[in-house]
């Protein structure tokens, strides 16, 4: 499968490459809120609920059929750390929201992991082609360390915003908050503006 490389991405948002306050690494850190849950191909989900004409349900054999990409994407993450050149496979954003047909009031998304995290983006930052939901890393099956089987990658945005272990994402007509957002971190996540905190 051929790679699209998006790494210039960044300049839409800033100058540089690595954003400001951030180092780059070569190494992949682990961070997670807790535990890495376990998960059974035979009985996993993902849901497409909320403000959509059609609510979706993928066996793990299912969603790997979608229309698939590989990009190569830059990581930030919040803690201060960036690694550049990563190779993501999965599925764009758009895709499964055209798959769904979101209402004209929808505004935010909220997604939710197997380990019961939370995370939250306005509309408009999830209709992006490298917006992914992401089960292989440089040519491997995804980690479960790093968020296997499945997790979203948001090269625009702090990490954080891509839930490890995403089993599902809501449409919502008002914006609503995430586990680290409701405990003071950045509804935006914009690594060029530092938007780290609330």
Not at 67 to 91: L, N
Request: proline share 8%.
């Amino acid at each position: 499968m051929d790679t699209t490389d998006v790494t210039d991405l960044y300049l839409e948002f800033g100058d540089d490459r690595l954003p400001p306050g951030q180092r780059e690494t070569d190494a992949f850190p682990v961070l997670s809120k807790s535990g890495t849950p376990d998960w059974n191909p035979e009985t996993w989900e993902f849901t497409v609920t909320g403000a959509v004409d059609e609510e979706l349900t993928f066996s793990w054999d299912e969603f790997r059929e979608l229309p698939t990409v590989t990009q190569r994407q830059d990581f930030h993450c919040v803690t201060g750390w960036s690694k550049f050149d990563c190779a993501f496979t999965g599925v764009p954003f758009p895709e499964l929201a055209e798959r769904a047909g979101v209402h004209d009031d929808a505004v935010h998304v909220m997604f939710s992991a197997l380990d019961d995290y939370t995370t939250d983006l306005p509309l408009e930052d999830c209709m992006r082609e490298e917006v992914l939901f992401t089960w292989a890393f440089d040519g491997d099956p995804l980690p479960e360390d790093h968020g296997g089987p499945l997790r979203v990658v948001t090269p625009h945005r702090y990490a954080y915003k891509g839930a490890k272990w995403v089993d599902g994402v809501e449409f919502l007509t008002e914006p609503q908050r995430g586990y680290w957002e409701r405990r003071g971190y950045s509804q935006t996540a914009d690594p060029w503006q530092e938007e780290r905190y609330s």
